[in-house]
């Protein structure tokens, strides 16, 4: 059975430092998702990996993909307080067309 | 904006009775997936429909089932509601079965007394 977790689950940082955080699943998959998600509010995707490798940058986030390693990384580069949101991690499960959330990562950006 | 629509937006049912949830995906899509966000968790994958038939199911019992239908819409039904089904109800669509990207629509939030 898939299983993918987040971590760290909470994260506190200062406006203008660098973090990131890891998501590792438990079995072959084709791709991986990052969303965001607002409180209150719906999921907004970020990234879909869908290679060994693959990295892809939006502003200060970058996400990347290992599939030896089963794990995907989110990195934030020079923190904003608009970044504040919580991030899950999502992974397809191979051959059965199932997408397993992570339990999410609730990051807090102090100006 | 994902083109994703979702009725209603709140619900609060009693426990014991049947709620039908709306989603209306972007033309085109064939495929819609249903989630079920618990407070502070992650979305839980319920079913997936695909060109009108069922495609994937998570771990969920038989007292949630969906349809889709060939105007891009689809439901979700819960009978026989309990406490632990509040949540947020997510609907994502897709163009295709591989689920390259997923559109989420707002949600309906469903409280059980």
């Known amino acids: 059975e898939l299983k993918v977790e987040q971590n760290p689950l909470f994260l506190s940082m200062q406006e203008g430092k660098n973090y990131t955080i890891y998501c590792n699943y438990s079995?072959?998959?084709?791709?991986l998702y990052w969303y965001r998600q607002d409180p209150g509010k719906s999921l907004e995707s970020l990234f879909v990996l869908l290679s060994n490798g693959a990295v892809k940058q939006e502003g200060r986030l970058m996400a990347s993909l290992d599939t030896k390693a089963r794990l995907s990384t989110l990195h934030i580069t020079a923190a904003v307080h608009d970044l504040s949101a919580t991030y899950f991690c999502a992974v397809d499960g191979y051959r059965d067309d199932k997408i397993i959330f992570g339990k999410g990562t609730r990051l807090h950006i102090l100006p | 904006e994902t083109g994703v629509t979702q009725s209603p937006t709140h619900l609060i049912k009693t426990r014991g009775q049947q709620v039908t949830l709306r989603c209306s995906s972007q033309?085109?899509?064939?495929?819609v997936s249903w989630y079920q966000q618990a407070l502070g968790q992650g979305p839980q994958f319920i079913f997936q429909y695909y060109r009108e038939e069922e495609n994937g199911r998570g771990n969920f019992p038989p007292r949630f089932s969906g349809l889709q239908f060939p105007n891009y819409s689809s439901e979700l039904n819960v009978n026989a509601l309990e406490l632990d089904d509040s949540a947020l109800y997510l609907c994502?669509?897709?163009?295709?079965?591989?689920?390259?990207?997923?559109?989420f629509g707002p949600g309906t939030r469903l409280l059980v007394l």
């Open positions: 079995t072959t998959s084709d791709r």
């Open positions: 033309s085109g899509h064939n495929t």
């Open positions: 994502a669509s897709s163009p295709d079965v591989y689920q390259e990207t997923q559109y």
